[in-house]
């Protein structure tokens, strides 16, 4: 039995779940969420919690058990309070911008880089260097953050580029110069 898969996930105030076979829906104050899940578990909720059973012991089941209940944990807690990704921009001359639902980099390259962000997420920029995405939902977040970043990876000597906020970038030793 899976140990992450056999605990209930708590179902905190505001957030109002609906099962439809496979279909989990979720309805809170940061945003609506909806999500199909595989035919190997089975979704059964309550007003206090949900509880993911897998239907057999196959490989696939147990595999699935522990997985599915995750992702509905990432859904309730992206229901009721979001997520938060902060990416942080080192170089000079490096900056960025917000016009409508793009956001401007500049980033050393010839030409301004425009990105579209979905709809689900939301952008705060502070002092043009620092980058707040904010969603309901944690798996679009993290692609959407992986996206900007891969615009232009730190570098290990000088530190240029976009970088998450809490990732550690290991510099190396230049050149030895005479």
């Known amino acids: 039995m899976s140990r992450i898969g056999k605990r209930p996930i708590e179902i905190p105030d505001g957030v109002t779940v609906k099962v439809q ?10 945003g609506d969420l909806e999500r199909e899940f595989s035919e190997y578990v089975e979704l059964k909720a309550d ?11 196959s490989r696939e089941a147990r595999s699935h058990h522990g997985l599915v209940r995750s992702l509905v944990s990432n859904m309730v807690h992206g229901a009721s309070e ?4 902060t990416l942080e921009i080192e170089g000079v001359g490096y900056r960025a911008e917000e016009r409508g639902d793009f956001i401007r ?4 390259y010839s030409h301004p880089i425009m990105f579209e962000l979905p709809e689900e997420v939301s952008c705060e920029i502070e002092r043009q260097t620092k980058l707040t995405l904010t969603s309901a939902d944690n798996e679009l977040l ?6 900007i970043r891969a615009l232009r990876k730190p570098e290990p000597y000088k530190g240029k ?4 906020s809490d990732e550690v970038i290991v510099r190396k030793a230049g050149k030895a110069g005479a």
Do not use: M, N, W
């Open 21 to 30: 076979g496979r279909t989990l829906s979720l309805s809170g104050p940061k």
């Open 47 to 57: 007003d206090e919690a949900i509880v993911v059973h897998r239907r057999d012991d």
């Open 82 to 85: 979001g997520y938060q990704r």
């Open 105 to 108: 980099f500049d980033l050393g």
């Open 142 to 147: 993290g692609q959407v953050a992986s996206k």
């Open 161 to 164: 580029g976009i970088r998450y």
